[in-house]
């Protein structure tokens, strides 16, 4: 069982990597990475923040001096990290350099502004390599305490598909619906909301699409795809499709098709099938009643501190699914012009096959 503060852990971790993969250091700058390694949740600004772990698990971490006491308390020194500070009129970079000492082969976050990756690579002398796996690897694969907080997330975010009935209805716009779901988001626990989908009638045949001034019309399906981030720092994902009234007799065939699929790829992911494998099973369905052509998407993405992050379910992905795993099952059919529908649960995997975070009713929702 992992500590409360698993970060000197972590950190030992990417070094061992670091090694393995033959480099000798990787810097790391604000972004989900960085958060995931010290707790430090730094804005990326202009202003160079930046970790450096070295392949011996020796650690440093540049802030400028205005933001050092934000740094101290978050307790980075705790962890083993060095801290440094720079103020306005030194160069970062050089002083980074001369505390961090001679490296051969760095690696930097792949999130990592270019601009700032650019000047470690001069600071440093050494041409610059995306980390990769060497972190994603590592992140991909949950503890106890990480997949517990998926399931906290996934069930706030049920709490509110499951009040869907008191916003949408006909009459009403996307973006109206859209403004009280969001609220509902932050009431039933996240900190943030991080994308709210209200897609009726043909703008559900666009799976990214946001909310728009489009009225609800009776009788049209509705998908809405809705996530935050927890207190925690983890994630929510999950999509039903709605319809109020009732639903075209093509439009619901198809649906029943997308909901068997969505239910076989529940059924067959578990640790020891690849991440391709639970993508086609979804998609010979689909492609069994028609709607191949329709399926424009992968099956799922992975989640964690970051909504979209690794495993990717989809074809060509070779990779194997183990215990900590979690991902999105979530298939959809986009039909332009007329409709479009997506059903979506956040899984974990567990010893031997998975447990489901989303649990609300995965019927076409008639409200
Ligand atoms: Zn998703
Ligand atoms: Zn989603």
Request: glycine share 8%; hydrophobic share 40%.
């Amino acid at each position: 069982m992992e500590s409360v503060n698993p970060y000197k852990e972590r950190i030992a971790r990417v070094a061992a990597s670091i090694k393995a993969n033959g480099s000798d250091v990787i810097f790391v700058t604000p972004s989900a990475d960085l958060t995931y390694l010290t707790g430090y949740s730094a804005l990326p600004l202009e202003r160079l923040t930046c970790l450096a772990i070295n392949a011996d698990g020796k650690s440093w971490m540049i802030v400028p001096t205005l933001e050092r006491p934000s740094a101290e308390a978050h307790d980075i020194e705790q962890y083993g990290i060095e801290l440094l500070d720079w103020s306005e009129t030194e160069n970062p970079y050089a002083k980074f350099a001369n505390a961090v000492g001679q490296v051969s082969k760095p690696l930097v976050n792949n999130l990592m502004w270019v601009e700032k990756a650019l000047h470690i690579q001069d600071a440093f002398g050494s041409s610059i390599e995306l980390a990769n796996k060497v972190l994603s690897d590592i992140r991909a694969v949950k503890t106890g305490q990480e997949i517990a907080a998926l399931h906290e997330a996934g069930r706030a975010i049920d709490s509110v598909h499951s009040q869907m009935a008191s916003w949408l209805r006909p009459g009403r716009t996307e973006r109206e619906v859209g403004r009280d779901i969001a609220d509902a988001i932050l009431q039933s626990g996240h900190a943030t909301v991080d994308f709210v989908i209200v897609a009726s009638g043909p703008n559900g045949a666009s799976p990214h699409h946001e909310v728009s001034d489009r009225v609800i019309g009776a009788n049209e399906p509705v998908v809405v795809d809705i996530g935050g981030t927890m207190p925690s720092g983890y994630c929510s994902d999950s999509t039903r499709t709605y319809v109020c009234g009732q639903a075209p007799k093509k439009y619901v065939e198809y649906y029943d098709a997308l909901a068997e699929a969505q239910r076989a790829a529940v059924e067959y992911a578990r640790p020891g099938v690849t991440c391709e494998s639970v993508d086609t099973v979804a998609r010979n369905i689909l492609k069994d009643h028609g709607l191949g052509d329709y399926f424009i998407h992968r099956t799922g993405h992975g989640i964690g501190m970051e909504t979209h992050e690794e495993p990717y379910i989809v074809s060509g992905n070779r990779q194997i699914l183990v215990e900590g795993h979690a991902f999105s099952i979530e298939p959809g059919f986009y039909i332009p012009g007329k409709y479009g529908a997506r059903i979506e649960d956040i899984v974990t995997c567990n010893a031997t096959g998975i447990d489901n975070a989303n649990n609300t009713s995965r019927d076409l929702v008639s409200l």
